[in-house]
């Protein structure tokens, strides 16, 4: 089983700031995240992640907001650990290949092979204002361009050969012109020549996450992707996207174990149920519900006024098709309130905790339990942890559930490799002498 | 007087790597760069330096080729330092506002405030093609990009006022809106909505540092850098320069004094005279001149062949009006070739030193003499140290060279602050609250 802990300032629950044990400006501070990145390494975990957009959503008012770029907060909290994993998130829409690539190759030189990437799509009308743009590109269009940006940085990545350099100080000859070729990439969205100007990283590439649950997302995933992050509210939901994923990983002839599934869980810890209960009830207290209203009509695209408190959501809301932003998430939200009947106010007492993953309140032996029957019914290889409180619920996570989860032989008690890729099973990718090598044989 | 350190591999002289001495991977070695950025802090150097292109110079024949991404080099190196400043190179003509923007706050969050920038255009043709350009924009249109390019980063930078977090748990605000505005920029190149989506930095903005010599160049340090780096090759160009940048800051109305300018020099140290010029001897004869006349022809814009070793060069190049890359680095070397009248392998071996930058060969007491004329005629408010060979040309310099300028009163024996600005001695921008505070008092 695989863990991955999804790190956010003082936690996932939109409240957690206002406790009075959390640092409310732990958002910029990264003695906090290198403590964080410390915790899970002590519990073993695969990996440590970082969600992106180059964009401020839009109200500072209402929890904290503006975050430290990933790869540099990640570079920064390498130098505090030494087998973690670092899985960074970044958008395929606001980028460039070029520089994208090299610095995530950069970050697994430094990090010595334990970067990871999340590629997005940046879902929303915003962040397209902040580069040149008017609106953002549409939902397909912006998929499109995703998978050439991967093309055009597996290219960039395997424009050296792993041993390119000679470093022959007697004859001056430091590399081998013939291993270090240009790419003369030339598609629909980019012309980019190459090389890459950085030699071979330790892992080849980074790990290569995807988290979009659309149509178009399960495709780019499973063609790309060696794990994906995912948001289920049920086992039965959960259990259809495995198996779908699997299968499209399966029909393109890949083998569907290098494909890891992770849904993500809040998990509410007490020591005892109502202790768990209690913790639950007093973050959902702290949420205003003005605030978490105006983000909800966002999502839905209609105005906030058009969504009483305490009537269920409105009949006539938009079809998944007519969203061109998050298509996955909207489906997720809209049948979450119509499976169970939610008025506004409970369907924001429910994303609250997690913005549209499952939460789970209970003791670490029900955590545990929770985790361990997803598990054992295919519908995860692992999961994404996204504790409602840090530090406390990571270091709770770390210290109680954990342990239960390796006494019943589900998860690793040592790292066995040092890289990312290491953790989770998956092959350094072997670069273009070998699929040279294989075309000639 | 302000040292920074240029650092970059094996050292600035080509031939560095060949060296028993010389570790030939040190370019991706995150170690060997941490090892350096300690010695330079142990120097109390202001800061440290590293160049950037995105492009692979082609022949990785020559020398150590590829280099770690500047910001995530320099966020690794600032675990393991204090105080030192930390300057990347990072280009404006192939980055995007909003994403540098963030990420150099970012890295100044992170290290607490010893950000800086060392802000370039990038000349040359191949970077363009690998960014979906057939050839580099004009020089000119390059810097008018430069200009707009820091006006929205500085927008950006004052996009939060510094006390727009609130953090007010009882009430359940956490921002203040008014405090975190839209820069809503519309310019030629850019379009960039805005807010930044991370609070103002420990520093307000990076150190703004300017590297290109040429009448766009200087007029975009005049108005815009705190710092610039130049090649110069002897006293009287230096002096001009420094005079005329000083000046055409004045002109703008700033005061010159916070405009510092640094030459680059090439310290090849010997504990005697014969020693160091051995220690040259030994570097320039470890030289290939294919190689070095390869790069040559390339600055020159001609062939190879058209460059005989045993001639000078040749009467009909181009004038600087017709260079669209590097002109200033173009004409000093021109110039160089022909004042001294030097055959081009004559030129190869001045230039293998630092490409331009001016080298003095000597005794610790000759070099800190070389170092402090400079500075009392009005040549320079400081210098960028360009070891021939890392690490053993900076420990050098640090053991040897600076404490004679400490024991003679020219440079500080500790840091007085903890910031980059600090270092330099220049202000926090004020921000938005104060210019806003200045239009309506
Ligand atoms: C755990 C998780 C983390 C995610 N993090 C990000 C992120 O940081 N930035 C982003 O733009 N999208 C992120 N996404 C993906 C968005 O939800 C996705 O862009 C959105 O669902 C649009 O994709 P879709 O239309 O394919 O569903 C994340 C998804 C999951 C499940
Ligand atoms: C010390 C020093 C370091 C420089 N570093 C870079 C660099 O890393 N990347 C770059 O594109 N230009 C760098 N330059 C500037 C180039 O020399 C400059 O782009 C070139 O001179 C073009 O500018 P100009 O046409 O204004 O002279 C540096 C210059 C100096 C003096």
Redesign the interface.
């Known amino acids: 089983m695989h863990l991955n802990a999804f790190l956010m300032s003082t936690g996932h629950h939109e409240?957690s700031?206002?406790?009075?044990e959390?640092n409310?400006?732990a958002?910029?501070d990264?003695e906090h995240y290198r403590e964080l990145a410390r915790t899970a390494e002590r519990g073993k975990f695969d990996s440590i992640f970082f969600a992106d957009?180059?964009?401020?959503?839009s109200?500072?008012?209402?929890?904290?907001?503006?975050?430290?770029?990933p790869?540099?907060?990640l570079?920064?909290i390498?130098?505090?650990t030494e087998r973690i994993g670092l899985i960074a998130t970044a958008s395929t829409t606001?980028?460039?290949p070029?520089?994208l690539a090299?610095?995530f190759a950069?970050?697994d030189?430094?990090s010595a092979g334990r970067a990871g990437w999340n590629v997005v799509t940046t879902a929303g009308p915003?962040a397209a204002?902040?580069?040149?743009?008017a609106d953002q590109p549409a939902h397909a269009e912006r998929y499109d361009r995703a998978a050439e940006f991967l093309e055009v940085a597996f290219k960039l990545w395997d424009s050296?050969q792993d041993d390119?350099?000679l470093?022959d100080?007697e004859s001056?000859?430091?590399?081998?012109?013939d291993k270090?070729q240009p790419i003369e990439h030339v598609g629909r969205h980019?012309?980019?020549?190459?090389?890459?100007?950085?030699?071979r990283s330790p892992q080849g590439y980074p790990l290569i996450v995807q988290a979009g649950s659309s149509e178009d997302g399960k495709g780019l995933a499973a063609r790309y992707a060696e794990a994906v992050f995912t948001a289920q509210q049920t086992l039965e939901d959960a259990q259809a996207f495995y198996a779908d994923l699997k299968s499209r990983a399966a029909a393109l002839g890949r083998d569907p174990d290098g494909l890891k599934i992770l849904p993500g869980i809040v998990p509410v810890i007490g020591s005892t149920e109502s202790e768990a209960q209690a913790l639950e009830r007093e973050l959902d207290e702290?949420i205003?519900p003005e605030y978490a209203r105006q983000q909800l009509a966002r999502t839905l695209r209609v105005q906030p006024e058009d969504l009483p408190f305490d009537q269920p959501l409105p009949a006539d809301l938009p079809d998944e098709d007519e969203i061109e932003g998050a298509k996955s998430r909207y489906t997720l939200i809209v049948t979450l309130a119509r499976r169970e009947n939610l008025t506004v106010r409970q369907l924001i007492g429910r994303l609250g905790g997690g913005r549209g993953h499952r939460t789970f309140t209970g003791t670490p032996d029900q955590v545990a339990d929770a985790i361990q029957s997803w598990f054992e019914a295919d519908a995860a290889d692992g999961f994404n942890i996204m504790p409602p409180v840090l530090p406390s619920g990571l270091v709770t996570f770390t210290d109680q559930v954990v342990p239960i989860l390796q006494a019943r032989g589900l998860f690793r008690t040592e790292y066995t490799g040092t890289t990312l890729r290491d953790h989770y099973g998956l092959p350094r990718p072997a670069g273009r002498t070998a699929s040279l090598q294989e075309a000639t044989a």
């Open positions: 409240a700031w206002r406790l009075p959390s409310p400006v958002n910029t990264v957009s180059p964009v401020l959503f109200d500072v008012g209402r929890r904290p907001a503006g975050s430290l770029e790869t540099v907060l570079t920064a390498a130098a505090a606001y980028n460039d070029y520089n090299r610095r950069s970050v030189h430094v915003d204002k902040n580069f040149n743009l050296w390119a350099t470093a100080k001056g000859v430091w590399g081998d012109n270090v980019f012309q980019v020549r190459g090389p890459l100007n950085l030699p702290l205003k």
